[in-house]
């Protein structure tokens, strides 16, 4: 089994998490007395929309693979609609009151949160990977454009916005502040130094360190950043301890021709994995009392995967914070969940639903589940398998690219050879069959997660 991948996509530049649905606007749009004048959100949609987000396999027609996902469609003559007043579907911005697109209020608009790159704009929080991931960021004229579009009110006819800042077409490129190291005696921080992405290529990378811990240690809070552009960046602790991987070494999964490095893709079937994101930033923290034994001298494979899909050099980067707790304040010990499905054949061209089931040998209280399928997955769904709530549906997303991470007030108590099902529908609009694999062409259906006994 192989866990390695959390992601493997290729994104707009526009986020994914926009949906579909038409709310009007609260207040009347402004519009221009001419008519000659091209109208401003016609110039988005020719100069940004089009080119940049309405292309094949993002956001150009509900044919796309990711429309499942996304449910947004920017092509000319839907893009307004499938916009302006619609609710988001990131969770916390949908919590913070945000639009996709809110009249009149930029600051609470989604579309400008993931196009600019510094997240002061918004006190700091972060939606989501900013876009594009993996791309050349808008030039600072055409991100000012929407702003001030979205501030003239968002209309759908009339020219609002001064159309020669779309001329500037400079970069702006915010400096990467990494982690800052935890206070003596608070934690631990691992990290991949920085390190070049080749001009239009996925480079994903492991790096066995050290913790750093002389004595066992108990993690109840972890946070990761890695720099734009990143797919995810996971924290693994090792199978067999007996065979690891060089310390310190960069190994990559894949050789500069694109061919899969064999010794490094051998080497991930040693993994557990332990902790990781998909976002740019996360802080996770586990309920009061409960935490991670992380042994003493306990070292840890770190995999980031970034895609580059400009014409120049990028950097990657990422770091692990693991925040500790003493020992006596330790009520629940928490351990990893780690369920694959690798027999997966998905038909060229078709739909299908695969199932497996994994039961376990002693009883278990599950506190956290979450999901890991590529692009082609568009539902995942968990399942209590045996006892009294067998069939029940404990976990559900459509969202491969940031699945929900559950944690449940009451964890989910099973017995001895009850377990969890996991049930997941592909389509594959390709015409190739696709089976587990480790690029993001390849597919994956894995239950992560922590429980204790």
């Known amino acids: 089994m192989n866990p390695s991948s959390f992601v493997r ?36 949609q020719q100069q940004i929309l089009t080119p940049s987000c309405a292309t094949s396999g993002c956001h150009a027609s509900e044919r796309d693979a990711d429309f499942v996902q996304h449910g947004l469609v920017l092509a000319e003559g839907v893009a307004y609609q499938n916009l302006v007043g619609v609710d988001p579907k990131n969770v916390q911005a949908k919590a913070d009151g945000l ?28 939606y989501g990977n900013p876009m594009p ?56 921080q691992l990290a991949i130094p920085a390190f070049d992405i080749q001009s239009n290529f996925e480079r ?17 809070r972890y946070e990761t950043k890695m720099r734009n552009g990143s797919h995810h960046f996971v924290a693994y602790s090792f199978r067999d301890t007996g065979f690891l991987p060089g310390m310190n070494d960069i190994r990559d999964l894949r050789n500069a021709d694109n061919s899969l490095n064999l010794s490094t893709a051998l080497s991930m079937s040693n993994h557990v994995y332990l902790a990781g994101s998909q976002a740019q ?45 003493d020992k006596s304040k330790v009520t629940q010990l928490i351990q990893t969940l780690d369920l694959g499905n690798t027999n997966l054949t998905i038909p060229a061209n078709g739909r299908v639903t695969l199932t497996r089931s994994f039961t376990f040998d002693k009883p278990r ?60 529908t592909y389509n594959n609009t390709t015409s190739k069959v696709v089976r587990f694999g480790l690029t993001s062409e390849d597919e994956m259906g894995i239950i992560f997660g922590y429980y204790y006994e």
């Open 365 to 424: 209280k599950v506190l956290t589940l979450t999901s890991h399928m590529h692009k082609l997955g568009e539902k995942f769904v968990i399942k209590i398998k045996g006892g009294s709530r067998d069939g029940e549906v404990v976990y559900t997303s459509t969202d491969w690219e940031h699945p929900d991470i559950i944690t449940y007030n009451t964890p989910i108590s099973l017995q001895k050879g009850e377990g969890l099902t996991s049930e997941i």
């Open 133 to 188: 991931l993996g791309g050349q960021l808008l030039p600072v004229g055409q991100v000012e454009f929407i702003r001030r579009w979205i501030d003239a009110g968002a209309p759908k006819t009339g020219s609002v916005v001064d159309a020669t800042l779309l001329d500037d077409k400079t970069v702006s490129v915010a400096a990467y502040e990494p982690l800052a190291v935890p206070a003596v005696g608070t934690g631990f």
């Open 281 to 325: 930033y996360q802080d996770y923290t586990f309920p009061a009392g409960a935490a991670l034994l992380i042994p003493a001298g306990t070292t840890l494979d770190l995999n980031s995967h970034f895609v580059n899909k400009t014409t120049s050099v990028m950097k990657g980067e990422a770091q692990i914070n693991l925040y500790t707790i």
């Open 99 to 126: 639009k996709r697109v809110k009249a009149f209020a930029s600051l609470e608009s989604l579309l400008y949160h993931k196009l600019t790159v510094s997240a002061s704009h918004h006190t700091g929080k972060q």
């Open 9 to 44: 996509v290729s994104v707009c530049m526009v986020s994914v998490g926009l949906l579909v649905h038409v709310v009007s606007c609260t207040k009347p749009a402004t519009e221009a007395s001419d008519p000659a004048i091209t109208a401003s959100f016609d110039l988005i």
């Open 204 to 220: 994903e990378l492991f790096t066995r360190r050290s913790v750093g811990n002389t004595q066992d240690i108990y993690v109840n």
